[in-house]
């Protein structure tokens, strides 16, 4: 199956709609994850590298001690497809998740009021 590439305004609409905090440039769709520090990098890198497994397409990533960059762009169709768009829909959903913003949720999520816990800085 051939991978379709999308247009600029095709990607332009989804970043608009579902991919608020990604860009496009140069080719890429590209997000910046900040976070709190070293352990909080490890574990945005780990997710993503996890996903990425899973989803059998791999993103380059830039690491430095308080931020994580994603880019996708599938290689061998030289432009972003729909899988980039799905799977940085995936490392958003799971890398932004704050399971107590959830109606119902059980789960309380990691407290932000204290900077030894905390371990990402959500948008």
């Known amino acids: 199956m051939t991978d379709l590439v999308l247009d600029d305004a095709e990607i332009a609409a989804v970043i608009a709609t579902d991919l608020p905090h990604w860009v496009y440039e ?3 769709i590209r997000r910046q994850y900040k976070t709190s520090g070293w352990k909080g990098t490890l574990m945005v890198v780990n997710t993503v590298g996890h996903l990425a497994e899973a989803a059998w397409h791999h ?3 830039a690491v430095s001690y308080a931020f994580v ?10 432009g972003i497809t729909q ?6 829909k995936h490392i958003e959903a799971v890398v932004m998740w704050q399971p107590h913003k959830q109606a119902g949720s059980a789960l309380e999520g990691t407290p932000q009021d204290d900077p030894r816990l905390k371990y990402i800085k959500y948008d």
């Open 26 to 28: 140069r080719g890429w």
């Open 69 to 78: 960059i994603v880019k996708l762009q599938t290689h061998s169709a030289g």
């Open 59 to 61: 993103p380059d990533l």
């Open 83 to 88: 899988k980039d768009i799905e799977l940085a």
